[in-house]
C-alpha cells in the first residue's frame, strides 16, 4: 500500500514562510513527477508546482519567484517552500505522486491528505 503524507502546514502572518512536506511510503519502486496543488475555500483544487523525476520543475505563473518546489529522490520526499505567503494562498495543500508500485509494478497516481496552510493579515 502506498502513501503519500503532507506536513508542515500552519497558521503565519502575511509575508512569512512555510516549508511543506510530503513523505512516499510503501512498496515503491520508482516515482516519475511529483506535485503540489491547492484548494481554496470555495474553489477548485489547482496546480501549484510539478517536478519530474530529473528535476525540471514548472510553477503556475503567480507563484513564480515565491514558491520552490524540490525533491530528494533517495528518501522519496517532496517539500514546498513557500515565501513572502499572502492571504490568498491560504488553502489546503496536496502532494501527488505518479509512482511504480507493487509486487505487479504497477504505475498509478496517488495523493496526500493535505495540510492547511493559513495566512492571516
Known amino acids: 500500500q502506498v502513501q503519500l503524507v503532507e506536513s508542515g502546514g500552519g497558521l503565519v502572518q502575511t509575508g512569512g514562510s512555510l516549508r511543506l512536506s510530503c513523505a512516499a511510503s510503501?512498496?515503491?519502486?520508482?516515482?516519475?513527477?511529483m506535485g503540489w496543488y491547492r484548494q481554496a475555500p470555495g474553489k477548485q483544487r489547482e496546480l501549484v508546482a510539478i517536478?519530474?523525476?530529473?528535476?525540471?520543475?514548472h510553477y503556475v505563473d503567480s507563484l513564480k519567484g515565491r514558491f520552490t518546489i524540490s525533491r530528494d529522490n533517495a528518501k522519496n520526499m517532496l517539500y514546498l517552500q513557500m515565501n513572502s505567503l499572502k492571504s490568498e494562498d491560504t488553502a489546503v495543500y496536496y502532494c501527488?505522486?505518479?509512482?511504480?508500485?507493487?509486487?505487479?509494478?504497477?504505475?498509478?497516481?496517488?495523493w496526500g491528505q493535505g495540510t492547511q496552510v493559513t495566512v492571516s493579515s
Open positions: 501527488t505522486a505518479d509512482l511504480i508500485y507493487g509486487l505487479g509494478r504497477r504505475q498509478g497516481e496517488f
Open positions: 510503501g512498496r515503491i519502486f520508482g516515482i516519475n513527477s
Open positions: 517536478i519530474s523525476s530529473g528535476g525540471s520543475t
